[in-house]
């Protein structure tokens, strides 16, 4: 995701999120997700091709990580 595209994002937190400050955001733009922590907004950005985001998400969903 180039700064131009990060700047105009849209950037959101699960709904399941606790609300306490520990929480990944998540922007989506066309076929690339960027995923941020959300105490540090100006911070590194992680991208992924959307179809890989959707793999990751499942992974956590099914167990495929375990618990750490």
């Known amino acids: 995701m180039s ?9 959101f937190k699960s709904s399941y999120s606790a609300g ?3 929480c990944v955001e998540v922007a989506l ?3 690339t ?10 911070g590194p950005v992680v991208t992924s ?3 890989g985001w959707r793999a990751f998400v499942a992974g956590v969903v099914d167990g495929s990580f375990g618990a750490p």
């Not at 700064?3 to 950037?11: L, N, P, R």
């Not at 997700?33 to 100006?42: L, N």
């Open 3 to 11: 700064k131009v595209e990060e700047a105009d994002a849209v950037w």
């Open 20 to 22: 306490n400050g520990e």
């Open 29 to 31: 733009l066309g076929d």
């Open 33 to 42: 997700v960027g995923a941020r922590d959300s105490k540090q907004a100006a």
């Open 49 to 51: 091709s959307a179809e």
